[in-house]
């Protein structure tokens, strides 16, 4: 049997987060967007997050921050420069830009893909996400290529959503 969807808005659901984290739990929630692909596929994965200060952040973990704007960001930090981090989605080309540690409001501990746990901090991972990262330069065509790998595994199924 699967569990039922409620989709609430982005302010009801990163109060809701908010909440959680500050009473010391983690929090779980589905991605929504593309920015992370090929990692994080939206509709499909969810992450769990969990509060963490500032100097625990490194380069390479996925953060939730809330940008300047107030929208809020579930990409990867690529850079730390001083009291600033940068951060870059894992299917963009192009950087964020520099936001302060005050931005971050939980970092990603697990994934989970189709009922699969995934530790971020696992060696395998870890290797993963560091290899992808210095593949920056050659991201676009690397997406190219997997987008249109995956179109070719993916053609005739319905997709969901």
């Known amino acids: 049997m699967e569990k039922e969807k409620k989709l609430i808005s982005s302010q009801e659901l990163f109060s809701a987060i908010g909440e959680l984290l500050a009473q010391g739990?983690?929090?779980v929630f589905t991605v929504t967007g593309m920015s992370m692909w090929p990692f994080l596929c939206h509709g499909?994965?969810?992450?769990v997050v969990e509060a963490c200060k500032p100097e625990e952040?490194?380069?390479g973990d996925v953060v939730l921050l809330q940008t300047y704007l107030g929208n809020y960001l579930l990409?990867?930090?690529t850079k730390i420069k001083g009291d600033c981090f940068e951060t870059t989605g894992d299917g963009n080309c192009f950087r964020d830009g520099y936001f302060p540690f005050s931005a971050v409001k939980a970092r990603v501990v697990r994934m989970i893909?189709?009922?699969?746990?995934i530790n971020c901090d696992s060696v395998y991972w870890k290797l993963v996400f560091f290899f992808w990262r210095q593949m920056f330069p050659v991201r676009k065509q690397l997406l190219g290529v997997l987008r249109r790998i995956?179109?070719?595994f993916h053609k005739g199924k319905k997709r969901n959503g």
Do not use: C, E, L
């Not at 499909?44 to 992450?47: A, G, I, L, Y």
């Not at 893909?113 to 746990?117: C, E, L, S």
């Open 25 to 27: 739990r983690q929090a």
């Open 44 to 47: 499909r994965d969810q992450v």
């Open 57 to 59: 952040i490194r380069v």
């Open 75 to 77: 990409h990867r930090v």
């Open 113 to 117: 893909r189709k009922g699969r746990n």
């Open 150 to 152: 995956s179109r070719f």
